[in-house]
């Protein structure tokens, strides 16, 4: 009898483990959400002409700053070096914020040597420019993150 029960138990748990581990598996054939790509800054700030319209507006505040006008003044009464200026700030602002731009001016140790810049004048100029993306309702977001690409620029601008 021992060995009948035995019998029993043993074929129930072989029968039992069978249809376990013969269990269908349910997959789920729901694809994986593609995660959105984040658009570039430079898409975020509106692109081109938006980037132009504040950098022409940074540079208005640039020459009425009277901390910082005198650094430009050979540059804004000269019509062809004020063009090439603004032309390449366009550029460098494009570029640096993942527009289809290359800079091609000069790196910023070499376009400010011999200027002295200071770090009042560099303030000055960091006011101008969050100046002209307030008036065109750039979001705090889009500031921030164009500041922080600009910023480590401080250490090649100020003091040379």
Excluded: W
């Amino acid at each position: 009898m021992k060995r009948s029960t035995f019998m029993v138990v043993a074929g129930l748990l072989s029968v039992s483990m069978l249809a376990v581990s013969c269990k269908k598996e349910e997959k789920d054939d729901t694809p994986a959400p593609t995660p959105t790509p984040t658009p570039s800054l430079y898409t975020r700030l509106g692109g081109d002409g938006a980037i132009t319209a504040v950098t022409d507006q940074f540079i208005q505040n640039v020459l009425a700053d009277p901390t910082i006008a005198d650094n430009f003044q050979a540059t804004g009464s000269d019509p062809y070096r004020f063009a090439l200026f603004r032309e390449r700030l366009i550029d460098q602002l494009c570029a640096a914020t993942g527009g289809p731009y290359t800079y091609t001016g000069a790196n910023m140790y070499d376009a400010h040597d011999g200027m002295n810049i200071t770090d009042a004048e560099f303030g000055a100029l960091v006011s101008a420019l969050v100046a002209s993306l307030n008036q065109f309702n750039v979001p705090a977001a889009e500031q921030n993150e164009l500041l922080g690409i600009l910023g480590p620029m401080q250490t090649d601008i100020v003091g040379h």
